[in-house]
Structures are given as structure tokens and as C-alpha cells.
């Protein structure tokens, strides 16, 4: 089955200890976007990847990282967690190249630092 | 920059009644438009989207959606609601790269029994 998964679901930290959120998607899609998503704000892009080791950042990537060593592969960091990333995120992936591609979504990962 | 207003945070309707929900976006070039549905504890799926082959777009569930350049509009339609359309809907635009992707606010759907 075609999916993008992501790991935790859920996850409670405290301030300032690391964290990695994990996505993988097994449709051999070179583009993967994280996503933000707040009431009232809809979904923002943090940081997206067109490729193996091509990243650029969205409209909010302010204390986050990624890395993209494998194409399946795109881990979200957050080196030092803060209250104002409480937010549920979002992984993507679609098909590479331009153009009005559908893109795929996880499960999502709710997030919440105390 | 490219932007999406979604107007209406939430909408209720009856069913078997119209939806109507409203998408306008702003867009210095050509854009590329969506839209996709949230349902509860779930991801984003897409419902349908334009690709400047046809202003009238056919989606999944009985939905389209109508490209108005004139008015930058993209406004999201369904002649007759069911009880399992109640969901979040969001409105997005992309560049002409389609690789920068931005979300409207949403609008929550309510259908009355």
C-alpha cells in the first residue's frame, strides 16, 4: 500500500530536550515537505526537499532542521523544543519535477512541549 | 507573495442542501490550485485540483470547484451534502514550481441531520 508514515503520533516533551519526528513514504517520491498545522492558521510549510540531500526552507523553518540522506527518508528535528512548536505536524510527498501534483500526506504527529 | 483566504471558518449546512465553500488567492503568476479534505484524527487528502486544462474542475465525492480568474477565485461546490462530508476543508496554491505550497485557514464543515 502507497503510504507516507510518520513516528511518533503522539509525543509530550519538555523545553529544550531534542526530538526527531520521522517520515518515510515507500512511493519513490523525490519531493517531501513538513508541515505545521495550528487552529485557526491552516497548514505552513517548514521545510520542504526536492531531492537526496536538496532541502529549502518554507514559511516557518525558525527551530527546525531536516535532512534528507535517502530518498524515502525526511526526519524532522527540533534541536531545542519550545511551547510555540505545540502543533500537530504533517509529512508529504509527491511525485518530482514541476507541476500541479497531488501531494500525499501522513498521518500526522501531535506535538506538545511543556 | 502568494496568499489564500478562506472566508468562513465554519459552515453548516443541512443535508441534502447546498455547500458552497469560499477560496480566493492572490498570485503573481499562473498558480496551481487545490483542494483538500481533513477528516477527523487523519491527513490531508486531495479532493481535486486545477491545472489550466478546464476552469470547472470534477473532484471525488460529488465535489468541484470553478477557477475565476477574473474575481481569483476557487470556490469549492456540491450540489447536495451527506452526513459524511462534515470535515475540515482547506484551499492551497502553489507556485509555478509547485514545490512552495500555501494553505488557507480552513473551513470546518457542519451537516445537519
Known amino acids: 500500500e502507497a503510504q507516507v508514515t510518520q513516528n511518533p503520533r503522539y509525543l509530550i516533551t519538555v523545553t529544550g530536550k531534542k526530538l526527531t519526528v520521522t517520515c518515510s513514504q515507500n512511493?519513490?517520491?523525490?519531493?517531501m515537505s513538513w508541515y505545521r498545522q495550528d487552529p485557526g492558521l491552516g497548514l505552513r510549510q517548514i521545510y520542504y526537499?526536492?531531492?537526496?540531500?536538496?532541502?529549502d526552507k518554507g514559511d516557518v523553518p525558525e527551530g527546525y532542521k531536516v535532512s534528507r540522506k535517502e530518498k524515502r527518508n525526511f526526519p524532522l528535528i527540533l534541536e531545542s523544543p519550545s511551547p510555540n512548536q505545540t502543533s500537530l505536524y504533517f509529512c508529504?510527498?509527491?511525485?518530482?519535477?514541476?507541476?500541479?501534483?497531488?501531494?500525499?500526506f501522513g498521518p500526522g504527529t501531535r506535538l506538545t512541549v511543556t | 507573495a502568494q496568499s489564500v483566504t478562506q472566508l468562513g471558518s465554519h459552515v453548516s449546512v443541512s443535508e441534502g442542501a447546498l455547500v458552497l465553500l469560499r477560496c480566493n488567492y492572490s498570485?503573481?503568476?499562473?498558480?496551481?490550485l487545490f483542494w483538500y479534505v481533513q477528516y477527523p484524527n487523519q491527513g490531508l487528502q486531495l479532493l481535486l485540483k486545477?491545472?489550466?486544462?478546464?476552469?470547472l474542475v470534477k473532484g471525488i465525492n460529488g465535489f468541484e470547484a470553478e477557477f475565476k480568474k477574473s474575481e481569483t477565485s476557487f470556490h469549492l461546490t456540491k450540489p447536495s451534502a451527506h452526513m459524511s462530508d462534515a470535515a475540515e476543508y482547506f484551499c492551497?496554491?502553489?507556485?509555478?514550481?509547485?514545490?512552495?505550497?500555501?494553505f488557507g485557514a480552513g473551513t470546518r464543515l457542519f451537516v445537519k441531520a
Open positions: 508529504a510527498s509527491r511525485d518530482p519535477g514541476q507541476g500541479p501534483y497531488e501531494q500525499y
Open positions: 512511493m519513490n517520491h523525490e519531493y
Open positions: 526537499s526536492m531531492n537526496v540531500e536538496v532541502t
Open positions: 498570485s503573481s503568476v499562473p498558480p496551481y
Open positions: 486545477y491545472t489550466s486544462a478546464a476552469t
Open positions: 492551497a496554491v502553489s507556485d509555478d514550481g509547485g514545490f512552495k505550497t500555501i
